[in-house]
């Protein structure tokens, strides 16, 4: 195995040597250790406009520059470069602030290269961290993550999912970009290992968390001289501002010579060239430097070499597949569902029926991507359309309990949950199949204005109403009581008749019968978060019922759970709803349609419903069943508003008074509720 290894490496280089003319002819190829292919040069005529680099040899060796800024570390000619960015920090000691470096960095808006939002991952380290990446060129964007941790203990290396580090991707497009960061507490009570947080853009294969990354001597802290830590970073680059199509116009400046084809860049505006199948070279150069046809005997070594190693290398992942199965607990599910014989409700499929249902897991196939890792779209072979998740990381540690939870999550059958219909543990994360659900988020519906005309009142009470209906069978109806743990409108998904049906459990935990509540480390998307649990670490039921309040409060307002252009104090949802009720500013913040399409006391019982599910201490919060029974009887006031017109009716016959709420909760009579109903609309315009 190892000779033919080196045998295929061999070739490899011998292929590699006949087509390693990259630079233009008579121009210098290197600038100390860097390659510098053709676009780019560093002399006067070996470059394309606006592809000019210097080389400083004042350093030892040479250094190779792009706007005098950005060091290149190095240059493909597949349209990646890799440079340094700095890194931001906020530290503290006992008297307070010490250090706070917020790095600004921008490749201009005029030339070939932007940040890549496939290569890189915004990252934050600290267990008192809120970090923020601002966009100012190209894709205006505003994206972080938070970072806490109660101790050094609750930390674990390698993990970066919001305890002691947390990462988020970035939008396509970015030229430029700010970074902040900041903490909540002056890192008070946590001096003593993490004095610092960190934030930074970074190759995504060129970070791995550590514990030793809070501490005082971390490595992104400045060093002995003062100078502020760089950290590694991935450009895109392409032929700047054109489409292809607009570029095969002008055929004097288009980029693609000889034998070579033109596609689109995906990260910005341009186009990159690549030569065509059976060519190889550097498909910026003329023929002499460019694309050149391979020879047929290195080909034929090439096929048989490789026919030969990839055989080998089948062998192997054959039995790294069956290793895999074992890890992954594959036995404990075959025992589990031979021992309660309900085999035909869940299915463990191969690796490769899922490879061939994602198309190898192409790019066209991802629907949504998260923090637990990555959902694609799938074709079974009877035309079955399912939806596959690949989760980021497994703790090994816990596979008895995720396959326990795999094989409870299979019994579930409820029409607003999304059926789990089986599962792949022959990869190295187990991959999880559910059913296909076909209309986009509850996200979307509500923030997406292509799709807001879908939402009238009465479906967004029937959403919400199907969905607490949901988490009320997860939390009370089954074998088992499911807390979901990551309630929210992205993980609502509606079917094309906008049936809600909850989703992603990849955060979910099942309680013991004889618990009410589970200490687990704290998860959660920042504006759905319960207070409660993010300060206990204690996961009740009510957890679930916080973040559905924020769900409901979406609904009625339109808004997102959390907006910066609000004041810091109102930045959360929940917190600007709850506290426009206190100032009788109800209508105000009600999204217009819903004032225009809704009762007024309908939607003072709903808004006082949310602002229940939103109470700081759970206890005080309504169960998940209850909240369920309220929305149910609300919606169908809404459907059928001659049950309501009917039940006044009779009790005006018989002599009784009608009540109903104003804004602020008290009650009023019968008499004034006209005079209510007008002030209240003018005060909502």
């Given amino acids: 195995m190892g000779s033919l290894q080196m045998l295929f490496g061999l070739l490899l280089l011998i292929a590699a040597s006949a087509f390693d003319t990259t630079s233009k002819p008579g121009c210098p190829d290197r600038c ?25 040899d004042t350093y030892t060796p040479p250094k190779l520059f792009w706007a005098g800024v950005f060091e290149i570390l190095k240059i493909t000619l597949e349209g990646q470069a890799n440079v340094h960015t700095y890194v931001a920090s906020d530290c503290y000691n006992e008297t307070g602030s010490t250090e706070s470096n917020h790095p600004f960095m921008s490749l201009g808006i005029h030339g070939p290269f932007t940040f890549s939002n496939t290569g890189n991952k915004f990252t934050a380290i600290g267990c008192d961290t809120q970090a923020y ?11 972080g993550c938070m970072s806490f941790c109660g101790g050094n203990v609750s930390v674990i290396d390698g993990l970066c999912t919001g305890i002691g580090c947390c990462q988020t991707s970035i939008p396509q497009g970015a030229w430029g970009f700010r970074i902040k960061v900041n903490s ?49 970073v991935v450009l895109d680059w392409a032929i700047w501002n054109e489409t292809c199509e607009q570029a095969k116009k002008n055929r004097t400046a288009y980029a693609c010579k000889g034998f070579s084809t033109c596609y689109d860049s995906t990260n910005g505006p341009g186009y990159r060239c690549n030569c065509s199948n059976g060519y190889e070279g550097n498909p910026y150069l ?18 048989v070499g490789s026919w030969l190693y990839w055989g080998l290398k ?68 009877d035309h079955t359309i399912v939806a596959i998740k690949k989760s980021k990381i497994v703790d090994e540690t816990q596979i008895e309990q995720f396959i326990n939870e795999v094989f409870i999550l299979s019994q579930i059958i409820h029409r607003n949950v999304v059926k789990l219909l089986g599962c792949c543990l022959e990869t190295q994360v187990p991959l999880l199949v559910y059913e296909f659900i076909s209309n986009g988020t509850l996200s979307d519906h509500i923030h997406d204005e292509t799709h807001s005309s879908s939402l009238s ?21 089954t074998s088992i009581p499911i807390f979901h743990r990551d309630v929210k409108s992205a993980n609502i998904l509606l079917d094309e008749n906008l049936t809600a049906k909850v989703a992603d459990f990849g955060a979910s935990r099942l309680v013991p019968l004889d618990q009410t509540q589970i200490t687990t480390l704290v998860q959660g998307t920042l504006g759905y978060l319960d207070p409660e649990y993010f300060h206990t670490g204690q996961l009740t039921e009510k957890s679930d019922v916080y973040s559905f309040g924020v769900v409901l409060v979406e609904l009625l307002t339109g808004e997102k759970p959390i907006c910066m252009n609000r004041s810091q104090e109102e930045r959360s949802l929940s917190m600007y709803f709850v506290t426009s009720l206190k100032e009788q500013r109800l209508f105000q913040v009600l999204e217009n349609r819903i004032v225009d399409e809704g009762d007024v006391d309908q939607l003072v019982a709903v808004a006082e419903l949310a602002k229940r599910c939103l109470k700081v201490k759970g206890e005080e919060r309504p169960s998940m069943k209850e909240v369920a029974m309220e929305l149910e009887g609300l919606r169908r006031a809404v459907e059928h508003p001659w049950v309501q017109q009917n039940l006044e009716e009779t009790q005006t016959l018989l002599g009784e008074t009608s009540e109903c709420y104003n804004e602020n909760g008290s009650v009023i009579g019968q008499d004034s509720l006209t005079n209510h109903t007008m002030s209240a609309l003018e005060i909502g315009r």
Avoid at 286 to 303: H, N
Avoid at 334 to 345: D, L, W, Y
Avoid at 464 to 471: C, P, R
Wanted: hydrophobic share 35%; with cysteine; aromatic share 10%.
């Fill in 314 to 381: 089948k062998r192997k992942l054959l039995q790294l597949k069956e290793k895999f199965f074992r890890q992954n607990g594959g036995l404990l599910l075959q025992q589990q569902i031979t021992s309660h014989r309900v085999g035909a409700t869940i299915k463990i499929f191969s690796a490769e029926e899922l490879e061939r249902a994602t198309n190898n897991y192409h790019e066209t196939r991802i629907i949504g991507r998260g923090g637990y890792g990555t959902v694609y779209k799938g074709i079974l072979p």
């Fill in 286 to 303: 003329e023929l002499e430097g460019g694309c050149k046809g391979t020879v047929s005997s290195l080909l034929f070594v090439f096929i």
């Fill in 32 to 56: 100390g250790n860097v390659s510098i292919p053709y676009p780019f040069g560093i002399k006067e005529g070996c470059s394309r406009k606006g592809f000019d680099l210097v080389c400083n």
């Fill in 457 to 477: 009142l009465e479906n967004r009470l029937r959403i919400a109403s199907e969905t607490a209906g949901a988490l009320s069978y997860l939390h009370f109806a």
């Fill in 133 to 143: 990446i601002t966009a100012s060129y190209g894709s205006n964007f505003t994206t």
């Fill in 184 to 232: 909540s507490h002056n890192h008070s009570g946590l001096l003593d290992f993490n004095p610092c947080s960190h934030a930074f853009l970074i190759a995504d294969d060129q970070f791995k968390f550590s514990k030793s990354d809070l501490s005082a001597r971390s490595k992104y802290n400045r060093d002995p001289a003062g100078n502020y830590k760089e950290v590694p």
